[in-house]
């Protein structure tokens, strides 16, 4: 077969095209393990990601003990993940299986990315995200079953699931079986008191993690390196795929540079997938290298495993249908030729995984199947094992299209009339907490814009008195000086577009304004405004990003370092806020005097940004001279006032607009440096 082909730099291994078959519901796939088990006389390989506690479950264990029983040479080994394994005490599938120890041999593998602090407090459940041993593999003598399903109820009776059962193929069988070997030879053991005891020289989370891993991609490469070169005459092919991200065995992404790398209009391509959380690299692959037409797969909101789900796991459907959505935007926007299906069935979910791929111009047809779900932790966390099967048999080729129209016979096109629909309904909460930081970022840009600042803050309408007792009375006087004129607005604010937003009210009071006399003005208030204001809501995004990040990490989309910087930063911004916000905190930027009232108001920013008001008479008001030396030369004074409140009055970039009232007001003018 051309090795121009997908398959380029990989090795495959020649099978007889009648050999292989698809099964295709949950109940045939428990059935057919069962027959085989029953059937198996030399050896029996489980690799899958847990096995439940179930009747059906509990049923295989049953027929597993019997074979044993009846058999004592036949040799039985199981290899499951140690965090999903270990999950739920007597009833895991520690538990299950415990008393079988000494019959078999189960193993737990434990990612070395769990340790120290991560692994003493990081709850079940959430401590999965580091990483599993997530490969689905299930040999009887020289049959192997190759599956994106787990040993548990729900995927024997109504989870929908891809397997491809290959029989009489001891080279592809062996292959596993070595591959079993070199992963458990580095896990946990099963004991008859229910313990697991390491089996490698390396602590998996105890020893050095740069240790252990080298182990593990030593003995893992010993076994990859075992398979030979395939017949370039066999019309039928058989690539294992091993993905293995932490212990830099990267094949799978390889093979789909390779698939959406190939330039060929000939060629359509379906992709499947029980979570649409597609790594970058592949979604990039697709939207902007790939020519050829792609449909993906994924569950509907009610198909999806965590459907009425409790707690905050109910919400994940509407996560996904969030992504969904943008992928479909974007879709839309670089006018490509892909296709999202909803799988949906009643009473069913999906966790359908895998590709098909036809090229009319090389004239084959092949598959991808197996355990990954094409994700950000299925690439570069998890371990992963899957099949290319790439054929020109007429008859094969036909049984891997009616396995993907079975698929197919259950989905329907997302639109945006789907999106539209109640089930597919996203709350705003979780739009916003996806979006936050850079929404909150773009918002702010895009209503501040920050130019050339001359003018001091200006009190207007939207501000607010420190005094409940006080209200400002409104009379059409004329003004002397009318600090709301377009002009005096534009000269005080520099044109800072965030206090232009105001201009509307504010020019609305002016004609039942008072009659305000300007006294003082510190120029640099409005650049003081927006650093504030900033700070503040790169805090809120900051906090925001704290559930954001969870998310990501829960769907394997940021590894644990990335987590844990960002989220130790989001808790210390409103701590540095504090410090930050100190600095402007009734920072002074306009006072103004009504001669009527005898009044003077004071603008200042408060500890948020925003922009707030003070009324005072003259007589409520400590003199400078009563509380700072004038020789003193500080750039910030402290103005008390005789209800125990202070201001803070800047003395650089300023400006004394009536000296007469100043003096009155300050006591001495030579506290300001720079008179402008």
């Not at 003081?528 to 805090?539: E, I, L, P, S, W």
């Not at 500890?607 to 008001?613: K, L, Q, Y």
């Amino acid at each position: 077969m051309n090795e121009s082909t997908i398959t380029e730099g990989f090795h495959g291994v020649s099978v007889e095209s009648e050999s292989i078959y698809f099964l295709k519901t949950p109940e045939e796939f428990y059935n057919t393990l069962i027959d085989k088990l029953g059937a198996a006389k030399k050896r029996v390989y489980l690799s899958a990601l847990y096995l439940g506690t179930g009747e059906l479950e509990q049923s295989l264990v049953t027929k597993l003990e019997d074979r044993v029983n009846k058999n004592d040479e036949i040799t039985v080994k199981l290899l499951f993940d140690y965090l999903r394994g270990t999950r739920g005490g007597e009833k895991s599938s520690v538990g299950i299986l415990k008393h079988l120890s000494d019959k078999i041999e189960a193993y737990f593998f434990h990612t070395p990315n769990l340790r120290g602090i991560l692994k003493k407090y990081m709850p079940e459940r959430v401590n999965e995200i580091v990483g599993l041993q997530h490969m689905k593999f299930f040999i009887f003598d020289d049959t192997i079953i190759i599956s994106g399903a787990n040993l548990s109820d729900t995927y024997f009776t109504n989870r929908q699931d891809r397997y491809v059962v290959i029989e009489n193929s001891p080279e592809l069988v062996d292959f596993f079986v070595t591959l079993f070997e070199a992963v458990s030879s580095c896990s946990f053991q099963l004991k008859s008191d229910g313990s697991l005891e390491p089996k490698c020289d390396v602590h998996p989370f105890k020893g050095k993690p740069d240790d252990y891993k080298d182990l593990f991609l030593s003995k893992t490469n010993d076994a990859l390196s075992k398979l030979g070169k395939f017949q370039e005459t066999t019309e039928t092919l058989v690539y294992p795929v091993v993905q293995m991200g932490s212990f830099k065995i990267r094949e799978e992404e390889r093979l789909m540079k390779n698939i959406f790398r190939k330039q060929d209009v000939e060629m359509d391509i379906t992709l499947a997938t029980g979570y649409l959380n597609l790594y970058d690299q592949y979604s990039d692959l697709m939207l902007n290298e790939s020519n050829c037409p792609i449909d993906i797969v994924f569950a509907s909101p009610e198909a999806n495993g965590f459907h009425k789900a409790k707690g905050i796991s109910g919400y994940i459907p509407a996560l996904y249908v969030y992504i969904s959505e943008l992928l479909l935007r974007k879709i839309n926007q670089l006018g490509r030729k892909i296709r999202l299906l909803e799988y949906q069935k009643p009473g069913w979910s999906f966790h359908g995984k895998g590709m098909w791929i036809n090229s009319k111009t090389d004239d084959y047809t092949a598959t991808v199947i197996g355990s990954s779900n094409f994700g950000y932790r299925s690439t570069t966390r998890d371990l992963e094992a899957q099949l290319v099967i790439v054929t020109r048999n007429e008859v094969l080729k036909r049984r891997i299209n009616e396995e993907k129209s079975f698929i197919l016979e259950n989905t329907r096109p997302l639109d945006h009339v789907l999106l539209a629909k109640p089930d597919h309904y996203v709350p705003f909460w979780m739009s916003f907490l996806m979006t936050s930081g850079g929404l909150l970022i773009r918002e702010f840009v895009k209503r501040v814009k920050p130019v050339e600042r001359h003018g001091a803050l200006v009190p207007t309408r939207g501000f607010y008195t420190s005094s409940s007792k006080r209200t400002l009375r409104r009379r059409a006087k004329p003004v002397s000086v009318d600090p709301f004129s377009p002009a005096e607005l534009k000269q005080r604010m520099g044109g800072f577009s965030a206090r232009r937003l105001a201009s509307t009210s504010a020019q609305s009071y002016q004609n039942d304004a008072e009659q305000w006399i300007p006294v003082y003005r510190f120029t640099k208030i409005g650049m003081c405004f927006m650093v504030a204001r900033a700070k503040f809501y790169q805090t809120i995004a900051s906090i925001a990003l704290i559930p954001y990040e969870t998310y990501r990490m829960t769907m394997g989309s940021c590894d644990l370092q990335e987590y844990f910087t960002v989220c130790g930063l989001a808790f210390l911004a409103p701590c540095v806020l504090m410090a930050f916000a100190n600095t402007f905190n009734k920072l002074v930027g306009v006072v103004s005097f009504n001669p009527e009232t005898e009044e003077f108001r004071f603008g200042y920013l408060s500890f948020w940004g925003r922009r707030t008001n003070k009324l005072v008479k003259y007589d409520e008001i400590y003199s400078l001279l009563d509380t700072h030396d004038p020789t003193d030369k500080k750039v910030i004074l402290k103005m008390d006032f005789s209800d125990g409140d202070s201001l803070f009055i800047p003395t650089n970039s300023v400006q004394i607009v009536d000296e007469t009232l100043a003096k009155q007001l300050f006591g001495d003018l030579t506290f300001f440096k720079k008179l402008e």
